[in-house]
Structure formats: C-alpha cells, structure tokens
C-alpha cells in the first residue's frame, strides 16, 4: 500500500512539473508575451533617443539634480542600450520568437504542403463560396475541361479519385505562410545581430577574464594588461585622437566608470588632416591623410578617410568623426583684473596643458589650463542683435535705467552666421581646486555697429558663455578699455576726475558758483566712487541700488542727472588716466563718445567676469588633431539579412494570398456529370468576392450548364 502511494505521489508530481514547463513554454511563445516585450524595448528606445546617452556623469547632475541624478542611474539610463534589463528584455524576445517559431513553422510548411483533399462532397456545400451545376458531358471530359481551366488561372492542381469521384485539389499562394516565418525568423535574426553588436562581449570579458576600466591619467602604452581588450574581441566601438604627425594603434572605448583600451591589429599614422570652410566659416569637409601598417604582415599603405568614407581593412572600420586641437602652441598677453594696475605680461601654453599664472599679487595663487583653440569660430552676428550676452548675470533693473546700459546688458536674437576668428579656451583653477571656465576671441568683433572684443565666461560645463565684450580702441587693442579700467578704482585719480568735472561744466567765477561747483563736484565724486563699488556691488547694479532709496516718481528724473554727472566725469577721468602715462587727451567727439559708453558698459559687466586676468590670444602654430571612430560590428551584416527577410515576410504577408479550390465531379445517371465548387481564402476581401464571380464563370461554360 505504502509503495503504491508514494508511486501515485510521484506521478501527480511529474504531471504538475510537466504542466508547469508547458504552461511556461506556452506563455514565452505566446503573441501577448511577446507584444509585452516589443512594448518594454520601444519604451527603453524612446528613453534612449530623448536622453543623450553615455554622457560624462556631471552633465546628467547638472541637467537633473541630485536626486534624479541618482535615481536615473540606479535604472542605468544613462547608457540604456547596454544595460542588463534591456539586453535580457531582448534576450526574452529571441527565447519567445524562436519558440514560437519552433512551435508554428512545422505546421505552416505541412500545410504549404498539403492539398487538402481529405474533404467530402457535403463539407464542399458547407462552404460560403460554393457553386454547383450539371453538364452533359462525361465525368472524364468534364474533369479535363475544368482541370485546364483551373491550371489557366494559375493554380498548381492535383487530381485524386475516390468514392467513385473525382476530386480536383487546387491551389495558388500557399508560399505567403513564408511571410510569417520570415517575419518572425528576421526578429530572431535581427535581436542577434543586435546583441552581438551590443557591449554584451564587453561584459562577458569583464565578468570571465577579470577585465575593469581604467581611470586616471596616463601613457596608453603602460596602461595595465586587465584594462585593455585584445585583438580577438569579436565588437567593439571606440575612438582614437590623432594629432598630426602622430599615430595610434588602440581605441579608447568609454565606460560609466572609466575607459578601456582596445588594442588594433593595425597602427593608424595621421599624415595631414584636411578641413575646408564654406564662405560663412562653417566647416563643409574635413578628412584624414593616413598611412596604416598592418601589425601582422607589415604592410603599409595609404588612406584617405573622409565624413561617410569610412576606412574598411582587417574587419574594423574606421570612420571620420570629428576634430580636436592636437597641442597647438599659444603666445598670449595677460592684463590684470583687479587692482588699480594695468600693466600687460606675457604667457605661453599649449593646448592640454598648464602653465602657471606668474603674475604678481592674488594672480600668483592660479594656474591656466588651456582646454582648447579654434582658428575658425562660426557666431551670430546680425545686424540688429547677435547670440553673445553680458556676463552680468543680474537682470532686475529698472526699465528707466536700462537705456543706460547699452548693448552689452541686452539679448537678442540673430539669424546670420559669421567667422570672427581665432579664439582660446581655458581654465583658471584657484588653490583650492575651483575653476572658472573663459572663452576669449583673438580679434574684435562688429556687433552694433562697434568693434568689441569677446570675453565668455561660465561657472560649469553645463552653463553657456556669457559674453563681456570689450571695446576696440583706434589700434585695436584693449589698452585703452584698462588703463580706464585701473583708473575707475583709484581713488585719488576719481578725486581728481570729479574736481576737473566740476571746473568744465562751472566755469565761471562769480558769486555762488564756488559752492554749486563743489556741490557738483562732491556728486561726481560720488557718483564715480559708487560705480567703482564698496566690495559688495559695483557697477549699474550699485547705482540701481543707490537709485531705489529715491522715491519712485523722482527715479527717472534722478537717473537721468546721475548718468550725466557720472558719465562726464568718467571723460575727465579718461583724459587724466591718459595724461598720467604722457598721452595727448583725445578729441571730444561723437566717435570717442561712443567708445567711453562701451567702455563704460564693460566695466560694469566686468565686476562679474570673475577673473583676475583677462588673457589676450596673440599668436599662435596651430596643430590639428582627427578624431577617428573605429569600430567592429560583425552583427551589422546579420542585421542587414534580418531586414531583408523581414522585408520579403512583409511583402508575402500583406501581398501574397492564398485561395484554395475544390472541384467534386461525379457521374450522373443517365449520362452526364455533376460538380460541386468550393473556393477559399484566408483574408476575405472584395477582390476575393470578384475573382470567385469570374472563376465561377469560366467553370460554368463546360457545355451546356444546368445551375
């Protein structure tokens, strides 16, 4: 009794384990399964496609925040394509088309194959597309007539005898079922490819042969063994920088957590790197003059890789990406920022590297890193308004007072595009690490109707430069702009500016002119002293500031006086500045006028420059480097015959259609035959409804028909 027991407990649990693996078998094969997966990718894709991926991690900080930052990352978002839950989603899908494939194609190609003529003389009456009729003629004449007539219409036919009748089976598109595989087949094909050409070798590397990304600084040659990929990876996708001159025979494929090296089975030799401008400045080609030596059997050639002429050999293809500074060599001139001192200095730097600021004073504590040169910078610059802002970040002054701040507090827009230049980007990092980022133009710039020179500025990576800009004097220089500059934040030269003021616009000694004169002079004196700031504002915003104690409807009239006294003595202070150093007063006319009210505008602006230098591109020797995408994707010709296949699946699908028929003809009594007509099709449309009409037709006409 025990061991029968234990025998039935055994089955009952055999059976269940056997529905289970069915019933899952059945739902991985199932079309809502697989609907649900093709769901979850086309989610993962549309993410993928709105949120720039593989991007440096500070950037998605900037963009989101702390808290989404980390949330964002725990979902691995940020490199969606190459995550575990989309690889085993597309995984999921393979399983799910391939069972159902496994399950479904046996039975779609027997059927292509078989002629359904097991059916019976009443099934054909059951069906809805039926005709039947009589002749008098034999069965055999009568099999022969509708045989050609059915074979005309391009059926493939086949004739069976039985139960003293004769069955004529036909049928035409049958090969539509290979539209269905095919279909399903290319997705299999097609997720393959796809995960081959995946980063899931990558993991795999890392995961079987201890492989980790390499993070810091250092020479590619000495970068450890468990950082680099060998030359057997069967994919890949990375990118080289090649300066002129210079060669590489590895590819730098980036990682959330670091990079690693791929080594090539070939060293890439920049001989020259082309780049033509279109008449804008805007780049319309650019290409690489290589020579590649083959690591295996030392052959040499040459190459010319242009933007979609990608270089072919060994399996790898190397594609034009885009361009970088390769180190050029830079001669600028620095004027300092702060302090009443004016005086230039020279620097010398190279892109990529640093170089002390040697400078006296506060500038002694920065270090210049130099990020990056461009001998062709494309800008807005249209006539009424172009895309560079002030760099005073504050917007909240008065409308009254805004007339007053010229163009270098104001945005517009523009639609023109422009060469202005050369230009330098670089970094000034501070003792305790933190850095500003400044963009300097070499040359002056046209922008309403003035030549100014461009200062950007931004505080992260994530900000856009905002614009100081600096007006030209008569030599095109910015001498002018700071020896002004230093002259606004001495004060004895302030004091001496607001004594000649007052003289100029009092001239005369008569009685009660002496106290005006000094009333006058003490407003100038203040007026300057206030723009000149008090270590908390400085500029228009301390004049705002200074405006608001005034009762609102006295504002306008009082900004209006303010700026006369202000910007009359800050000539007085020009020309003073001017004779202290030995140089001529210069003329008062529109044209200078003009100049001291964008200078004037620049000093405001340049409380918040935020630097204590402002360094002037000079001179520099220009060294390009080519920046190479180097890929392996053996998943891209697998990818290429899965389209194709689902191409031809769609086109048998939706363009193939099968129609079967079946012609029952017996012997009548008496002479004569009988035939029964059924016609089939697997999609009911009005094309079916007339070919049935005709197709009945043309049966009918055999002899003399009786309906």
Aim: with cysteine.
């Amino acid at each position: 009794m025990t061991s029968e027991t234990e025998t039935s407990t055994g089955g009952w649990e055999l059976q269940t384990s056997r529905r289970w693996l069915a019933d899952g078998v059945e739902l991985l094969s199932s079309m809502r399964f697989a609907i649900s997966l093709l769901t979850l990718i086309s989610i993962a894709s549309i993410i993928g496609t709105v949120l720039k991926q593989n991007e440096p991690m500070t950037n998605y900080v900037n963009q989101f925040g702390p808290f989404w930052f980390e949330v964002f990352s725990k979902l691995n978002l940020y490199a969606v394509y190459s995550t575990w839950w989309f690889l085993v989603i597309m995984g999921f899908l393979v399983v799910s088309t391939s069972l159902c494939l496994l399950r479904n194609a046996p039975k779609m190609l027997k059927d292509m194959r078989s002629w359904r003529e097991n059916v019976r003389e009443q099934s054909l009456r059951n069906f809805h597309h039926k005709a039947e009729w009589r002749v008098d003629i034999s069965r055999a004449a009568l099999t022969a007539q509708t045989l050609a007539r059915v074979t005309a219409n391009g059926y493939k036919t086949k004739i069976v005898e039985k139960e003293n009748a004769t069955l004529i089976a036909a049928k035409q598109g049958a090969g539509n079922k290979w539209g269905y595989i095919f279909a399903h087949a290319s997705i299999v094909i097609i997720c393959l490819g796809g995960l081959l050409d995946s980063d899931l070798p990558i993991r795999i590397q890392k995961l079987l042969f201890d492989k980790t990304p390499f993070i810091g600084n250092g020479i590619i040659a000495q970068i450890p063994e468990q950082h680099r990929l060998g030359l057997g990876n069967p994919t890949f996708r990375g990118n080289t920088l090649i300066p002129e001159g210079s060669s590489s025979s590895t590819a730098i494929i980036s990682q959330q957590d670091g990079v690693l090296i791929q080594d090539l089975p070939f060293t890439i030799q920049l001989k020259r790197f082309i780049i033509d401008y279109y008449s804008t400045g805007m780049p319309k080609l650019f290409a690489s003059e290589v020579v590649v030596t083959d690591h295996e059997n030392g052959k040499v050639f040459p190459a010319t890789i242009k933007v979609n002429e990608p270089l072919i050999y060994r399996g790898v293809a190397v594609y034009q990406s885009s361009f970088e500074d390769g180190g050029s060599k830079l001669k600028v001139v620095g004027y300092p920022m702060q302090g009443v001192v004016h005086n230039s200095f020279s620097l010398q730097g190279e892109v990529g590297g640093s170089t002390p600021l040697a400078a006296s004073g506060k500038n002694a504590d920065y270090t210049v890193e130099w990020s990056g040169f461009r001998a062709f910078n494309v800008e807005n610059m249209a006539k009424n308004g172009q895309d560079v802002r002030a760099v005073n970040p504050n917007q909240g002054l008065s409308s009254s007072f805004d007339k007053h701040l010229g163009s270098a507090a104001k945005t517009a827009n523009n639609k023109d595009l422009k060469n202005v230049g050369p230009s330098v980007q670089y970094k000034l990092r501070d003792r305790n690490g933190q850095a500003r980022e400044y963009h300097n133009y070499m040359q002056p710039v046209l922008v309403d109707g003035a030549y100014v020179f461009l200062a950007g500025m931004r505080e992260s990576p994530a900000d856009q430069f905002r614009f100081l800009r600096i007006p030209a004097d008569e030599n095109d220089t910015v001498d002018e702009w700071m020896r002004l500059r230093g002259a606004i934040l001495n004060p004895q030269l302030r004091e001496l500016a607001a004594q000649r003021y007052a003289q100029r616009a009092l001239p005369e000694a008569r009685d009660g002119v002496s106290a005006l004169r000094a009333q006058l002079q003490a407003s100038a004196l203040k007026g300057l002293t206030i723009f000149a700031g008090d270590g908390q504002d400085a500029g228009y915003i301390a004049v705002s500031k200074f405006l608001e104690r005034i009762p609102a409807q006295d504002q306008e009239k009082a900004a209006d006086i303010f700026m006369k006294i202000m910007n009359g003595s800050m000539w007085d202070l020009w020309q003073i500045a001017r004779e202290k150093e030995g140089l001529k007063p210069v003329e008062l006319d529109e044209k200078h006028g003009r100049f001291l009210q964008l200078a004037t505008n620049a000093i405001s602006d340049s409380f918040f420059y935020g630097a204590p230098v402002y360094l002037q591109l000079q001179g520099f020797d220009e060294v390009k480097a080519s920046v190479l995408q180097v890929t392996r994707s053996p998943g891209k010709n697998i990818v290429y015959f899965g389209c194709l296949l689902l191409v031809l699946g769609v086109f048998s699908m939706f363009y193939i259609r099968e129609r079967r028929v079946w012609v029952w003809i017996k012997s009548e009594e008496g002479g004569g035959a009988h035939a029964i007509m059924a016609m089939s099709s697997q999609r009911k449309t009005l094309d079916f409804e007339k070919e049935f009409e005709v197709f009945k037709q043309q049966l009918l006409q055999a002899g003399p028909a009786q309906k």
